[in-house]
């Protein structure tokens, strides 16, 4: 089963939407895993154990102490960016098809920008 975790940086809206539609989604927000002023290495350690998927905005420091992470023989259920100027829903919608339509497996030392931008003429 997709669990997540919300960094600090992450909009609070799209973990109440998520939990909105669907009550079932196991979406853990910063505020209830007092995850304010905790540094990335310790909220990615977190995310780790808990074998939750990390739901972040911060797209400038999270990426590199992800790799560090990795290096230093960690193990992650995943880290999926969001800008913070992407469309709730669209995070949202994101969200909720990962969690209904993938396996954890699938997430495993991965590091995503969500949604997926699909471009074509």
Wanted: glycine share 6%; proline share 6%; with cysteine.
């Amino acid at each position: 089963m997709i669990r997540f975790l919300a960094d600090a940086s992450l909009h609070d809206a799209i973990v109440k939407g998520c939990l909105r539609r669907e009550r079932t989604i196991d979406f853990l927000s910063s505020n209830d895993a007092n995850l304010e002023e905790v540094p990335d290495p310790d909220v990615l350690a977190l995310a780790a154990s808990e074998g939750r998927i990390l739901v972040t905005s911060d797209l400038r420091t999270m990426p590199g102490h992800f790799g560090d992470f990795l290096e230093a023989g960690g193990s992650s259920p995943g880290v999926f960016l969001v800008k913070q100027k992407t469309p709730v829903a669209d995070v949202i919608e994101a969200l909720l098809l990962v969690w209904a339509a993938s396996d954890p497996e699938e997430w495993e030392n991965r590091i995503i920008r969500i949604p997926v931008a699909v471009t074509g003429k």
